[in-house]
């Protein structure tokens, strides 16, 4: 029972748990774009040094987060395949972060997504694995309580958790928040419902499909996640 009322939760303390309000749709015309659309041979694009340092030598699969702005809760998520030496850009999707932007200080209820460098490890979701190479819990426990917003519902069919003050190795949905609770945590990739977060990364359905069946752990994949000015800073 303890358990179980822990994963309760850590559902409601998900990012997409402070979708009680709306924020604004995303504007039209920021469809999807994919295919490889080049090579990046000295670093991920549009990352300066400082946050590339932060990358680890044997990652070669990194999920960029390129916010629109520092209050913006609109961004672009590119996925990137590193090739002998060269980062190959291989998709990339429209995004939210959370609706107040980003923070290199997040705080539990701050609505920003943290700014870093953050390794993905674990996955999991109300729907079926459909192929993920990550670890993937499936259990209704992930569901989003019915009290929400119908445009919610289904923000956690797929999720894929930002080792952001979380136990590697344990499902998403697992509550311990190893650097306490005030900063936060239940920080994932999962599903958009059409604006803002309180500090996740959403995306569609198909995007979130792509992603479980490409990030290889054998690969040791991280996100880069941030507005653009602190991903340069």
């Known amino acids: 029972m303890v358990a179980a009322f822990g994963t309760f939760l850590a559902a409601l303390s998900a990012c997409g748990a402070a979708g009680r309000g709306h924020g604004s749709p995303a504007p039209g015309g920021r469809a999807g774009r994919s295919g490889t659309a080049g090579h990046v041979p000295h670093g991920i694009q549009n990352v300066g040094a400082r946050l590339q340092r932060r990358i680890p030598a044997d990652s070669r699969q990194v999920v960029a987060v390129y916010g629109d702005d520092k209050d913006s809760a609109d961004s672009t998520v590119v996925l990137y395949a590193k090739r002998g030496a060269v980062w190959q850009r291989m998709r990339s999707w ?16 701050d609505r920003r997504s943290p700014v870093g460098v953050f390794t993905l490890s674990d996955a999991g979701g109300v729907l079926r694995d459909p192929g993920a190479r990550l670890p993937y819990t499936q259990t209704p426990s992930f569901a989003a309580p019915r009290s929400w917003a119908k445009s919610h519902w289904h923000d956690f069919d797929y999720v894929i958790a930002i080792d952001y003050n979380r136990v590697k190795g344990s499902p998403p949905n697992d509550p311990t928040r190893p650097e306490g609770e005030a900063k936060g945590g239940s920080i994932w990739l999962h599903m958009d419902h059409g604006s803002g977060t309180s500090g996740c990364v959403s995306m569609s359905r198909a995007a979130m499909e792509y992603l479980l069946r490409s990030l290889d752990p054998d690969r040791h994949p991280v996100v880069v996640m941030g507005d653009r ?3 340069m800073s």
Do not use: I, S, V
């Open 94 to 109: 429209p995004a939210h972060n959370g609706k107040k932007g980003w923070t290199t200080d997040h705080r539990e209820g």
């Open 229 to 231: 000015a602190d991903l």
